[in-house]
């Protein structure tokens, strides 16, 4: 008997599938991450069971809880605002941090990644509708941050992430056009910046159309939060 997430899985497997069908795409070029904050562990390691390999949280105290009850091997992504006192821990753990939002973090998470001897992917979060209450750079600034990072040895830059404001379909769809223009043209003058986190359960099938390669999923997998 396929369960609840299974199922929630083999949909959105599907969804991709004809987003992707619709763009022009190749589905294999689409990393899905699972959100899985306020989930419990069981429910983390059934995604794992599925064969979901990428797993997200966005705050550091509950990634270190998770990383700690789940045995099977994860790539974490942070994907919520880092302070710069918990950048240890999160560059310990994590594969990839989707929310470098400054020179002095990104500074931080190098040195750290350093102690490591490791070498830590890492997306810019950028504020793409300019709101006030949002972490993110402003636009504007990703390619002065996009280029200090280069010049950081141990963290891989290679991308951008954006959350764009509430909004009904027609606008979403422009923010998520606006952060592709972004990403394509830092994509031009530093090498590896290839991706796009964008994309999350009420507006992932446009953020595919619109280019997105890294899609955030928690309640399309995972049912409503509590
Ligand atoms: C919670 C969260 C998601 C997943 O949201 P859903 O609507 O459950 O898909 C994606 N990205 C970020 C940054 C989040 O905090």
């Given at each position: 008997?396929?369960?609840?997430?299974?199922?929630?899985?083999?949909?959105?497997?599907?969804?991709?599938?004809?987003?992707?069908?619709?763009?022009?795409?190749?589905?294999?070029?689409?990393l899905?991450?699972?959100?899985?904050?306020?989930?419990?562990?069981?429910?983390?390691?059934?995604?794992?069971?599925?064969?979901?390999?990428?797993?997200?949280?966005?705050?550091?105290?509950?990634?270190?809880?998770?990383?700690?009850?789940?045995s099977?091997?994860?790539?974490?992504?942070?994907?919520?605002?880092?302070?710069?006192?918990?950048?240890?821990?999160?560059?310990?753990?994590?594969?990839?941090?989707?929310?470098?939002?400054?020179?002095?973090?990104?500074?931080?998470?190098?040195?750290?990644?350093?102690?490591?001897?490791?070498?830590?992917?890492?997306?810019?979060?950028?504020?793409?509708?300019?709101?006030?209450?949002?972490?993110?750079?402003?636009?504007?600034?990703?390619?002065?941050?996009?280029?200090?990072?280069?010049?950081?040895?141990?963290?891989?830059?290679?991308?951008?992430?954006?959350?764009?404001?509430?909004?009904?379909?027609?606008?979403?769809?422009?923010?998520?056009?606006?952060?592709?223009?972004?990403?394509?043209?830092?994509?031009?003058?530093?090498?590896?910046?290839?991706?796009?986190?964008?994309?999350?359960?009420d507006?992932?099938?446009?953020?595919?159309?619109?280019?997105a390669?890294?899609?955030?999923?928690?309640?399309?997998?995972?049912?409503?939060?509590?």
């Amino acid at each position: 008997m396929p369960d609840r997430i299974e199922e929630n899985l083999r949909a959105v497997r599907e969804r991709v599938a004809r987003a992707c069908g619709r763009a022009g795409r190749d589905p294999s070029g689409v990393l899905l991450v699972a959100v899985t904050k306020t989930f419990p562990a069981p429910v983390v390691t059934r995604a794992l069971e599925l064969g979901i390999g990428d797993l997200g949280e966005n705050r550091v105290q509950e990634l270190r809880q998770k990383a700690e009850q789940v045995s099977l091997p994860v790539r974490w992504h942070l994907i919520g605002h880092l302070q710069s006192n918990k950048a240890g821990i999160a560059a310990r753990i994590c594969r990839m941090i989707q929310t470098v939002d400054s020179i002095p973090l990104a500074q931080k998470l190098s040195r750290e990644a350093q102690t490591l001897g490791k070498e830590l992917e890492v997306l810019i979060q950028v504020n793409i509708g300019g709101e006030k209450q949002k972490s993110g750079v402003e636009p504007s600034d990703a390619e002065g941050l996009a280029r200090a990072i280069h010049h950081l040895p141990h963290l891989r830059p290679r991308g951008l992430m954006t959350i764009p404001p509430i909004a009904d379909a027609e606008r979403t769809r422009v923010y998520f056009r606006s952060a592709r223009e972004l990403r394509d043209r830092l994509g031009a003058e530093f090498s590896g910046m290839t991706e796009l986190s964008m994309g999350m359960t009420d507006d992932y099938e446009i953020a595919l159309e619109e280019g997105a390669t890294i899609l955030r999923l928690g309640r399309a997998l995972f049912g409503e939060r509590a």
